[in-house]
């Protein structure tokens, strides 16, 4: 299992050549954090010896408690080649940094709003985990864009019982809290409300990844 000195070792030429990125971590976080976290996670690996650098980005204005891997993209060493990198090999660090820059830079540095994120997420870049699949995910995004309509669909659909069903027990608190936070909200068509709640969200969710010195607070579009 690599450490994080390692990985600080093996950033290094990245680092230096794109002063837009950061190190948390094992985290290589895309400069400035607004709604959504632009990042390279450097994963674990059963094999001590083995970097496997991962290409995620993640909207804040969800209480998180650690980094998702949800939207993750594996920068591989080639076309059709490994996901892992070895430490012992010399040439690692220069690759790796290199891949990082051509496979997860690019797509990542695209997403600069709500609706960027929405399109990243998309079911053609990840076909099982694609954003739309998952309404305890999507509301969020509906309330951050103030779509009132697709957001109260989903809370009419989770307040039937086959929906309690689907997310009771193993979901009690997400449930609660977008059934019991957001949809009221939703119901009584309070923006402002519901802005400061998902502003309340990102607050936490920044604070629990330690990136607040990262962070810039804009309005969302519900706001505008």
């Known amino acids: ?6 990985v600080r070792q093996v950033v290094q030429p990245l680092l230096q050549r794109n002063p837009d990125l950061t190190l948390i971590g094992r985290l290589v976080v895309i400069k400035p954090v607004h709604h959504v976290l632009r990042a390279v996670y450097i994963e674990r690996s059963s094999d001590p010896g083995a970097f496997i650098p991962i290409a995620t980005a993640i909207f804040l204005f969800k209480p998180r408690k650690g980094i998702s891997l949800h939207w993750g993209l594996r ?18 660090s220069a690759s790796m940094c290199e891949a990082i820059e051509a496979q997860a830079l690019p797509p990542l540095r695209s997403i600069k709003t709500i609706d960027d ?13 694609f954003l739309y699949a998952y309404e305890d995910l999507k509301i969020y995004i509906d309330v951050a864009r103030g779509d009132f309509d697709a957001a109260r669909s989903i809370c ?4 039937t019982d086959r929906a309690k069903r689907t997310y009771l027990p193993d979901m009690q608190e997400e449930y609660d809290r977008i059934t019991k936070e957001l949809c009221p909200l939703v119901a009584a068509n309070d923006r402002p409300g519901l802005a400061r709640l998902l502003h309340g969200y990102e607050a936490q969710s920044v604070k629990n990844l330690k990136i607040e010195k990262l962070w810039e607070p804009t309005p969302f579009p519900i706001e505008s």
Do not use: L
């Open 156 to 159: 009419e659909h989770m307040a």
């Open 75 to 92: 920068v591989y060493r080639g076309p059709v080649g490994s996901g892992t990198w070895d430490v012992g090999e010399p040439q690692t």
């Open 117 to 129: 994120f929405v399109a990243f997420t998309s079911k053609d870049r990840f076909p099982d985990t």
């Open 1 to 6: 299992m690599t450490t994080v000195g390692q």
